[in-house]
């Protein structure tokens, strides 16, 4: 079982979508676990203050080092059979290394990942001091960690023994050498006409009216398991 513990300060934008799907039932089976904490509770200002401004001037707030440190601290010490070689402790921030499916399943084999949610303008840079990884989901700025924290829990989760079904792990995207995109996939109907679908060419949007039907690949309806297998491979995005 994997622990995932996320620090944010909005723990409440993870209940939905944790609450639904292989994330709903992962956790059901005991496969996962996932603890959110909220930062403001390991401040002891009155306020629940958890940011500042930035020394030396600058726009925008900065989250402090003080209760994301005493929130990494709790939650290590509350799980004291949890070896450090055994656990990750990430700080998702755009600067940070990107997040890949190679590095997804080395993940998948812990026992505990920390991750640390930014927001406002950054983090206090001494808060790096006590990671293992900065890790970014892409080359663009959100307002903060809470989606990137997300995927990663995504990402791993589907990767633990009994969450997905092997056969669908072992042919999908990424997964042998991680080095190629998925062939082209279809199901019914063998014949998609977007006129017979919205009775007609007037009820098209414009930029759909000029749409033939559309087919499946012949090969795919031949039940030829050799000659699929090589299609699919000719279609595989290297």
């Not at 993870?14 to 996962?32: H, N």
């Not at 959110?36 to 726009?59: E, S, W």
């Not at 402090?64 to 059979?81: C, D, G, S, T």
Request: hydrophobic share 35%; with cysteine.
């Amino acid at each position: 079982m994997i622990q995932f513990d996320i620090i944010t300060i909005f723990p409440w934008a993870f209940e939905s979508y944790f609450s639904q799907s292989i994330i709903k039932a992962a956790q059901k089976k005991g496969l996962i676990k996932i603890k959110i904490h909220d930062l403001r509770d390991f401040t002891f200002d009155k306020h629940k203050t958890v940011d500042d401004k930035p020394y030396g001037g600058g726009a925008g707030m900065i989250l402090k080092v003080e209760p994301i440190f005493r929130a990494i601290n709790f939650i290590i010490k509350k799980n004291p059979k949890i070896k450090d070689n055994e656990r990750k402790i990430i700080l998702l921030s755009p600067r940070g290394k990107e997040f890949t499916q190679l590095y997804a399943k080395k993940l998948s084999k812990l026992k505990q990942i920390i991750l640390i949610c930014g927001h406002y303008e950054g983090i206090d840079e001494r808060v790096k001091k006590f990671v293992d990884r900065e890790l970014s989901i892409g080359k663009y700025i959100l307002t903060g960690g809470e989606l990137p924290a997300m995927v990663v829990v995504d990402a791993v989760t589907r990767l633990v023994p009994g969450v997905i079904k092997k056969e669908s792990l072992k042919e999908e995207t990424f997964s042998k050498t991680l080095s190629y995109l998925e062939y082209p996939q279809y199901t019914r109907p063998e014949v998609f006409d977007p006129q017979k679908v919205t009775k007609g060419k007037k009820s098209l949007a414009k930029r759909f009216q000029g749409l033939k039907p559309q087919r499946v690949p012949k090969i795919l309806l031949s039940g030829h398991h050799q000659k699929i297998q090589e299609w699919r491979k000719k279609h595989s995005k290297v």
